[in-house]
């Protein structure tokens, strides 16, 4: 299959980013990203005023997040604005279907902190909703917002930005994905929440998180069956396909570059992709393939199954269930560092 990689949940200047949809391709470009998505709050103005679409060799492409202070949802393959409805989100999600689209939680347990927007959390509070397609489990503005509980630890964070993200999604969020996806398909996909945002705090001041390093952090990574045409309406759809299938897994690439991860079942010479739902089989086993060596740990219906160290392993499932795989880089005296989560393979 061919991988290509992305960056989600991006913030222009039609809302509360800081540059324009043309310079954020600029700086997608130079990151070598093939592709962006961009949310701006509650409209789809880059879409309506055509800057969807190829810029050099990175697809932008406009979805939009919906709600204001609560249930915020980051909706991809619509035409039409979606009101937004704090407090019935299913009404939210009910239309972005009918429209032929889908979407995300966008950071359902964000801590927030008090050196932005008065400590406001914009947290999902409703989890009797149906049909949305994922969760976004790791969110990096949010993420340092929950380190940054006040100026020193925020300084800190921003400066050491590995500290920061030394142990990956915080265990809720990874607790109710595993959780709902004990009851169907949900696929699991990490965001900027890139701004751009000058922030003053009384002596010091500064811009937080460029795009340009943002777009170098935390990446989607695809797989698609063919490689990209250059053609708009092809690439959409083969993008979005992938998105929601969950034929992709989450990397750190700051930490180092994930190209090249693989995680699939394998069954009578026939491979399938993360996102695969698969009979179970006694002949069938999992294959995970890294870049780096690391350390392998393999989830199983939410739980720690077996671990591996190295860069290529084979495991032989003895039962149905949802399988995912975490890997971690490790080093000499250090903690073992959160790296790349797989959207699982359901066996059944």
């Known amino acids: 299959m061919i991988e290509i990689k992305g960056n989600l949940h991006i913030h222009s200047t039609y809302s509360d980013g800081h540059k324009s949809i043309p310079e954020i391709a600029g700086l997608a470009q130079e990151a070598s990203l093939d592709f962006i998505l961009i949310n701006d709050h509650s409209h789809l103005l880059g879409l309506e005023r055509g800057e969807e679409g190829w810029y050099g060799k990175t697809l932008v492409l406009i979805g939009c997040e919906i709600n204001d202070r609560k ?28 429209q032929g689209g889908f979407g995300f939680l966008a ?27 994922g969760i976004c489990i790791w969110n990096y503005t949010a993420h340092w917002k929950g380190k940054a509980q006040n100026i020193p630890k925020g300084l800190y964070y921003y400066y050491n930005r590995k500290a920061a993200f030394t142990g990956g999604p915080d265990s809720q969020t990874l607790a109710t994905w595993d959780r709902e996806c004990l009851k169907r398909k949900v696929v699991a996909i990490a965001g900027s929440d890139a701004h751009e945002v000058f922030y003053r705090w009384y002596i010091f001041s500064g811009t937080i998180f460029h795009y340009s390093f943002l777009f170098k952090a935390l990446n989607v990574h695809l797989l698609l069956e063919t490689a990209l045409s250059g053609i708009l309406e092809m690439d959409k759809k083969m993008i979005y396909n ?19 991860f693989r995680f699939m079942a394998v069954a009578k010479d026939q491979s399938f992709p993360m996102g695969s739902e698969v009979g179970f089989s006694e002949d069938i086993y999992f294959l995970t393939e890294a870049p780096e ?22 495991v032989r499932p003895a039962e149905k269930g949802v399988y995912r795989l975490e890997a971690q880089l490790t080093g000499f005296l250090k903690r073992p560092r959160a790296w790349i989560f797989s959207n699982p393979i359901w066996l059944s």
Not at 246 to 257: Q, T, V
Not at 299 to 306: E, L, P, Q, S
């Open 107 to 133: 950071h359902p347990f964000e801590k927030g902190s008090p050196l932005s927007d008065q400590g406001w959390a914009y947290k999902w509070e409703n989890w009797e909703v149906r049909g949305y397609t």
């Open 71 to 98: 249930n915020h949802y980051l909706a991809y393959g619509i035409n039409q604005p979606v009101p937004g409805n704090d407090d019935n989100p299913q009404e939210v999600i009910d239309e972005v279907n009918r």
């Open 293 to 314: 060596i690391c350390l392998m740990t393999l989830i199983k219906n939410g739980k720690v199954h077996r671990r591996f160290k190295g860069k290529s392993w084979e």
């Open 242 to 260: 992938s998105l929601r299938e969950g034929n992709s897994f989450i990397c750190h690439d700051y930490l180092a570059p994930g190209k090249g």
